[in-house]
């Protein structure tokens, strides 16, 4: 084989390893969220054990955070576990709730954030496909479920504060950054009215 021919298959396998990165950092984080989900639903068994205590890892975040919930967005093929706070650690692992807004399935403004597709997480990638009136599903760790349905979507910008002002009554709000993280991306929803 000469010179060329090795240099040639050198930047082909270079170029495979490039693209299989991103695909295994996807598997590796879909499997600890699922992980984080498992975990979440086996919280409250039926003999009212908590299992969840058995089931922590030293030093893992469920050690540090606990999970509150598992947003369902049927439409976009999305299920990941909600972390209460928006740092490094929640974000990295799911979607993350703003501390300061309303709690989960509670009146006001509840917000909910995640990465989408950075090397940090692909938790609300397709959140930007989102279309009106389809389901997002909550589920908190008491087993309280309730549907909304998305009302209206829009890009703001990154320090708007209005998205963040409390609504009186239960408004769920998810966004992402957009454009490259200068602008963010917002999904307003409502309980839906067949509740």
Known sequence: MNKGNKKAIILILLGIAIMAV????????????????????????????????????????LSQENVIGI??????????????????????????????????????????????????????????????????????KNDRTRTYEVVETKIVGPYNAAIREQTPDETLTLFTCAYHGTQRFVCICKVKSNQ
């Open 22 to 61: 991103p695909f295994f950092l996807r598997m590796q984080e879909k499997a600890r969220s699922e992980e984080f989900i498992h975990i979440f639903e086996q919280e409250d068994d039926k003999d009212g054990k908590n299992s969840k205590k058995d089931s922590k890892k030293e030093g893992s975040i």
């Open 71 to 140: 947003i369902e967005i049927p439409s976009i093929d999305l299920k990941y576990p909600i972390f209460e706070g928006d740092g490094n650690d929640q974000l990295n692992n799911g979607i993350g709730h703003l501390t300061t807004t309303a709690q989960l399935l509670e009146k006001g403004n509840c917000m909910l954030a995640g990465h989408n597709g950075s090397r940090r997480g692909i938790f609300f990638t397709n959140l930007n496909t989102i279309k009106e009136q389809a389901e997002v599903i909550i589920t908190t």
